[in-house]
């Protein structure tokens, strides 16, 4: 399938960190949908077939690449992306959205190895795969990084100490990438998701009952979004409709942020 006009991501391919779940996969479809060729990386095994078999169903057997891959290493991420760059002969668009949570009822009862493991994983690993990444998009005289926050980059909270000082870390990161290599046609955006259906959150309803209940009520669109709601402003960040953006943070929340 092909997009249209600016949207359009034909011969465009695409790394998509996480893109065997949740939001990271319903952003891989969209890019798909609208014509690029997707790579998707992840631990889980079982979890990579079938995304990668819901993936070509739209783009076909040979426009999807699925690799193991944990983001916190660095040789398996460089040689992830070798593979993906050996199979398309280019790189346009990274998608870093592989997260992870670890919760403690108040900032100084977080256990130090789940500060690390959330950091190591939300944070550092961007690092890693946007460093592996770049001399290809650099190569190829354009590139596209889209980094996953959360409402996290902007407000605080009580529960998630290194989720938040993660996620408020990838928006300056992202800002920083973006000032460094507009120069070579590589736009950096941050997609701050509002309160997403995934696995990360589905035990929220029952665990949490009265904050889920509070995070519908503040939330103008009156809903939790669904990996699909990220699709739009994934292929907007990823095509040349957005050549001229570079270091925003755009918050697809149904509106939770605007008040
Ligand atoms: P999921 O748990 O469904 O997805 C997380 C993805 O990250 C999985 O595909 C997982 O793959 C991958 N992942 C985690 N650790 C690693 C690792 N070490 N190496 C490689 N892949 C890894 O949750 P979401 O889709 O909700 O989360 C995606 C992103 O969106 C995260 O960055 C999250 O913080 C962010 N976000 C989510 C919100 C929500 O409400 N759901 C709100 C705001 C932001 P595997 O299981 O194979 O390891």
């Not at 893109?19 to 949908?33: D, P, S, T, V």
């Not at 690029?36 to 076909?60: D, F, H, P």
């Not at 950096?188 to 259906?197: D, E, S, T, Y």
Request: aromatic residues 8%.
């Amino acid at each position: 399938m092909a997009g249209t006009g600016m949207f359009d991501l034909s011969g465009r391919v695409a790394f998509v960190t996480g893109g065997n779940g949740g939001i990271g996969l319903g952003m891989a479809k969209a890019f798909a949908e609208n014509g690029a060729q997707v790579a998707i990386i992840g631990r889980n095994k079982s979890k990579l077939n079938t995304a990668k078999a819901e993936l070509v169903k739209i783009a076909g057997e040979d426009n999807v690449i699925a690799v193991q891959c944990d983001v916190t290493d660095k040789d398996s991420v460089e040689s992830s992306i070798e593979q993906v760059v050996d199979k398309y002969g280019r790189l346009d668009i990274l998608v870093n959205n592989a997260g992870v949570n670890r919760r403690a009822d108040e900032p100084h009862l977080l256990k130090p190895e789940d500060w690390q493991y959330v950091i190591d994983v939300n944070l550092t690993s961007i690092h890693t795969v946007t460093s592996a990444a770049f001399p290809h998009m650099k190569n190829g005289g354009r590139g596209k990084i889209i980094n996953i926050g959360s409402m996290m980059s902007i407000f605080g909270t009580a529960y998630a100490v290194a989720y938040a000082a993660s996620k408020g870390g990838v928006v300056q990161y992202t800002k920083s990438c973006a000032v460094a290599w507009a120069k070579y046609n590589v736009q950096v955006n941050a997609v701050l998701p509002g309160w997403i259906v995934t696995e990360m959150t589905d035990q929220f309803k029952t665990a949490f009952p009265d904050r889920y209940a509070m995070i519908v009520g503040r939330t103008p669109a009156d809903r939790w979004g669904q990996p699909s709601d990220l699709g739009g402003t994934a292929v907007f960040l990823a095509s040349s409709a957005s050549d001229f953006v570079t270091g925003v943070s755009i918050p697809v929340d149904g509106g939770y942020s605007v008040w």
